[in-house]
Each structure stands twice: as C-alpha cells, then as structure tokens.
C-alpha cells in the first residue's frame, strides 16, 4: 500500500462513536463540532458532484442534524480526514452492507486536492479495517464520470466488477435544472429511461490484503 501506518485507537473511543485512526500522514477522526465547522466552510464543485458539497451544514439546524447522524451507532462509521487539525478529506464505510466492506462519502474539497489526500485517507482505512473487521472484500460504487477518483482508487488495487445504469436521484433532480452545456460534459455517461435520468456507475471490489 505504499506507506507504514501506526494504527491506534483512541482512549475516547466508545461502541457509539468510530475511534481515531492515525497514519503516519493523516488522522482519521470522528465528526465532531469543531471539524463540522471547517466542513461547512470547505469550498464547493457543484454540478455534477453537487451531492458532495457541504455548504447546508452554515445551517445551525441540518448542523446539529448531520452531526448526530454521523456520531450514531449502526452499521455506517463516519471518519474526517485531518492533517494537523485541518480537515483534509471524509469517508464513511459500511460495515454490513452484503457486498463487502462498503466505502462512500469519499470527498476531499477542492482546496486540498491533488496532494493524494483521498488515496492517503482510504488506505489508513482499509488497513484499519483488515484488522478490525476481518472478512469481507471491499467495495464501492462510482459515477463513470469521476476520472479522478477512479485513478485513487485503481491505485489502490479496486478493479470494476460490473457496469450498471443508475438511478441517482440528487444527479437526476439536477439533470433537469442545469444548463444543457453543463450536462453535456456528461453526457456520455447518461441515458434518458423510463422517463428518468440514469447514470453509468461502476461497481469497483478490492480483494483484502
Ligand atoms: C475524487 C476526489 C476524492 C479525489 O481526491 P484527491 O485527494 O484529489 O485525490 P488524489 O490526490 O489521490 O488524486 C486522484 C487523481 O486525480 C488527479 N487530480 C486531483 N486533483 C486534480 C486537479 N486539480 N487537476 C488535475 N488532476 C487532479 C490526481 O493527479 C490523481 O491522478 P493521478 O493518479 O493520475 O495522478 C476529489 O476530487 C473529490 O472529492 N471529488 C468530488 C467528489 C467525488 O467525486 N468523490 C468520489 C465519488 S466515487
């Protein structure tokens, strides 16, 4: 994987809440209030990957929403990725999904890309998670259209399983307001079906070890 990782729990740990997960680069910590905030203020993309875009969080309300959501119990751990204490990146996993180890909510804001942020995270995750949660393959899906993300995560060993048509709902509802140049750009990963926008998604699995 390209890199030593010291993997460590943290003291605070508890069933309800995911632990802290240090590498040597990178910390992958619980949502908290102050990372939160640094979330609300991380810069944007917008079409097509306004799905991502955090900016709701400016709202004390959806905040306070979200903040409980990614610190409950369940199957889903919901870690941010902090360099120092500068909220670098997110991602969450699901622990019971039956297709395997399910990774989403992969996202680093615009301001921090490019630096490997992305393939630093997920792998201080997945070798967490080979520890901690021995068993099951890892798995994600992606949109055909985020090249970017697919060279992190080719580069991580994930090869596409299967190719499927998609619905996507916050895609399809923006496919209907934004511009027909913006959809353009891709275009070529849509079909119209049934009356509704689907969308080309990848299925990617990567074997443990
Ligand atoms: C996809 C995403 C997570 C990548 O994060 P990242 O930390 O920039 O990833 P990396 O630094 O590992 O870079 C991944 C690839 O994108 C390229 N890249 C990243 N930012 C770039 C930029 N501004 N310009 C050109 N290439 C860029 C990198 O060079 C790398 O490609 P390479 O292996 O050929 O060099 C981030 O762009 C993002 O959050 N995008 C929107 C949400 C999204 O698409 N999430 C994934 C859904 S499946």
Not at 20 to 34: G, Y
């Amino acid at each position: 994987m390209g890199y030593p990782l010291a993997v460590s729990m943290s003291v605070s740990s508890t069933a309800s809440h995911p632990p802290s997960i240090a590498s040597d680069d990178l910390e992958l910590r619980p949502w908290d209030e102050p990372l939160l905030q640094q979330l609300a203020q991380w810069g944007e993309r917008g079409f097509p990957y306004h799905a991502f875009d955090l900016g709701h969080l400016r709202d004390p309300m959806r905040a306070r929403v979200e903040l409980r959501r990614a610190r409950e119990a369940g199957p889903h751990l919901h870690f941010i990725a902090c360099e120092g204490d500068t909220a670098v990146g997110r991602v969450s996993v699901n622990l019971h999904d039956r297709a395997g180890l399910y990774l989403w909510a992969v996202h680093v804001p615009p301001e921090h890309e490019g630096r490997g942020v992305c393939r630093r995270m997920l792998a201080t995750l997945m070798d967490w998670l080979e520890v901690e949660h021995p068993g099951p393959d890892f798995v994600l899906t992606t949109n055909a259209f985020a090249v970017r993300a697919h060279r992190s995560y080719q580069a991580l060993g994930f090869k596409v399983v299967e190719t499927r048509w998609h619905y996507d709902r916050p895609l399809a509802e923006e496919l209907w307001r934004v511009p027909r140049e913006q959809r353009k750009l891709i275009d070529q990963h849509l079909r119209f079906h049934n009356g509704r926008w689907e969308v080309r998604t990848h299925l990617m699995a990567r074997s443990r070890g």
